[in-house]
T-cell receptor
Framework: DSGVTQTPKHLITATGQRVTLRCSPRSGDLSVYWYQQSLDQGLQFLIQYYNGEERAKGNILERFSAQQFPDLHSELNLSSLELGDSALYFC???????????FGPGTRLTVT | DQQVKQNSPSLSVQEGRISILNCDYTNSMFDYFLWYKKYPAEGPTFLISISSIKDKNEDGRFTVFLNKSAKHLSLHIVPSQPGDSAVYFCAGSANAGGTSYGKLTFGQGTILTVHP
């Protein structure tokens, strides 16, 4: 158990819909990162937040957005969903001053 | 632009022998490298890491070697056990300044199978 929690574990929805994935970082970690793992791709970085502020963006689609709240939990919002958005979505958190990232169990999103 | 490459998609090893997983990188800004173990539909589990100021780091059965001039790192598992069978990812990271490190850039992974 990494200490990073993600909900829900599984999500099945239809094309065009909007979903919200939730992540709670480990106690004391200020950085939260979101990654996507598609069927034929490795882990791709989406976005990073540090203590409530956006720090870096990867190849995140404009239909996707995220935020980090004052209690440091983070949400990833995916809208106008397409079949190709079906993937595993992981969040990770990192202790201050280290490059080590601890990953949550992931949310499996299936778009039908 | 694949900045981290794991050129062996799979590796098969006999129990008790050494497993060597390799990883190459191109980004000179990386100063921290990590290895993760992953099972299907689960999150990556951190195994071992190494800073660019070192060339070796050891933790139990796991040793990571870093050759900066060749931009190459490897993970040695000795002795290999059937429970080590999983997908192994290497990743590189660059210090983004201050107290925050940047994203992890992952290789494509190597499937390790350890036969009893």
């Amino acid at each position: 158990d990494s200490g990073v929690t993600q909900t829900p574990k599984h999500l099945i929805t239809a094309t065009g819909q909007r979903v919200t994935l939730r992540c709670s970082p480990r106690s004391g970690d200020l950085s939260v990162y979101w990654y996507q793992q598609s069927l034929d791709q490795g882990l791709q970085f989406l976005i990073q937040y540090y203590n409530g502020e956006e720090r870096a963006k990867g190849n995140i689609l404009e239909r996707f957005s995220a935020q980090q709240f004052p209690d440091l939990h983070s949400e990833l919002n995916l809208s106008s969903l397409e079949l190709g958005d079906s993937a595993l979505y992981f969040c990770a958190s990192s202790p201050p001053g280290t490059g080590l990232q601890y990953f949550g169990p992931g949310t499996r999103l299936t778009v039908t | 632009d694949q900045q981290v490459k794991q050129n062996s998609p799979s590796l098969s090893v006999q129990e008790g022998r050494i497993s060597i997983l390799n990883c190459d990188y191109t980004n000179s800004m990386f100063d921290y490298f990590l290895w993760y173990k992953k099972y299907p539909a689960e999150g990556p589990t951190f195994l071992i890491s190494i800073s660019s100021i070192k060339d070796k780091n050891e933790d139990g059965r796991f040793t990571v070697f870093l050759n900066k001039s060749a931009k190459h790192l490897s993970l040695h598992i000795v002795p290999s056990q059937p429970g080590d069978s999983a997908v192994y990812f290497c990743a590189g990271s660059a210090n983004a300044g201050g107290t925050s490190y940047g994203k992890l850039t992952f290789g494509q992974g190597t499937i390790l199978t350890v036969h009893p």
